[in-house]
């Protein structure tokens, strides 16, 4: 059976690339169309549009991650696999009809994520495979949420479209996919072997993984990274304004630009934050 690591682009998968290597890794690009997001190098942007095949302008993580996948790719000796579907911008819609995701709806993370690597799996594999998920030893929750969405055979099915109708409507099946599995749960691995492992190793990673505005985030820490990353944090203000804020926005009660706009009497420092804080896309 084939084997796939998923790359997050941190420290937590990247380590699970390095020590348990797969037949096939994959990292999922988050892009946005937003020019004033633009990934600095235009050097790399072109590394990164010949990858994934089509033009890039930037991301909405922090641009570090970049970084990241070029680096680990060379310090494991091994092809990283770029997919990317649809920007944050096109899976929002229009001005005047954005519908907004929110830890209730997360179709970001289908969009962006779930769906590209999908297409990766359709197009180039097409056969069962075993997924390795970077989940650490303290995340059974998450691994048993994860294991609640397969059969019994311990295998996840998905629907895929294999042609179209005569009508011209999608035609699609039920497969086969993916049985998840667990190394570093399984190696008993915590936080404190991983962050050792990469104290002395020429990976750069970024501060937080995921969107700089992920709606999974505390106030508190969104507050922070909208000092620290204030266009992109803009990003994501703009598009609750541009709903009149009454369509939807990303965290139920409150605005980006209220949490934006919080002036706290001690100032906080990247220090003060953790990986407990930031959340977490689902995969």
């Known amino acids: 059976m084939k084997t796939i690591n998923s790359l997050s682009g941190g420290k937590t998968s990247s380590y699970m690339a390095v020590h348990y290597p ?32 089509q033009e890039f302008i930037g991301t909405l993580e922090e641009d570090e991650i970049i970084y990241t996948m070029l680096d680990l790719e060379q310090f494991i000796g091994k092809e990283i696999n ?7 911008d096109e899976i929002i819609g229009r001005d005047d009809k954005k519908y907004l995701p929110n830890v209730i709806q997360r179709f970001c993370t289908i969009q962006m994520k779930i769906y590209p690597i999908k297409d990766f799996w359709f197009n180039n594999i097409k056969e069962p495979v075993e997924t390795r998920i970077g989940f650490r030893a303290n995340e059974i929750k998450r691994m048993k949420n994860m294991l609640e969405r397969t059969e019994k055979d311990g295998f996840a099915y998905d629907k895929f479209i ?11 099946k039920k497969m086969k996919y ?8 399984e190696n008993q691995i915590m936080k404190d072997t991983i962050d050792n492992f990469w104290i002395d190793k020429p990976v750069r990673f970024a501060y937080m993984n995921n969107c700089v505005g992920c709606f999974h985030r505390n106030e508190l ?14 990003w994501f203000a703009k598009q609750e304004r541009d ?8 965290k139920n009660g409150i605005t980006y630009d209220k949490i934006k706009s919080y002036n706290f009497t001690q100032d906080l420092f990247d220090t003060d934050f953790n990986e407990c804080d930031s959340g977490y896309c689902g995969l």
Not at 32 to 38: A, L, R
Not at 162 to 172: A, C, D, F, P
Not at 178 to 185: D, G, S, W
């Open 82 to 88: 770029w997919v990317t579907g649809k920007t944050f």
């Open 178 to 185: 993916q049985k998840p599995v667990f190394p570093l749960i």
């Open 162 to 172: 294999i042609g179209k109708h005569e009508s011209g409507r999608n035609k699609w």
């Open 221 to 234: 820490l969104l507050n922070h990274l909208s000092k620290k990353e204030p266009i992109k944090f803009e």
């Open 243 to 250: 709903t009149g804020y009454n369509i939807r926005t990303f």
């Open 22 to 53: 797969a037949d096939y890794n994959i990292f999922a690009l988050v892009r946005t169309n937003d020019k004033s997001c633009i990934f600095p190098d235009a050097k790399l942007r072109q590394v990164v549009s010949d990858k994934i095949g």
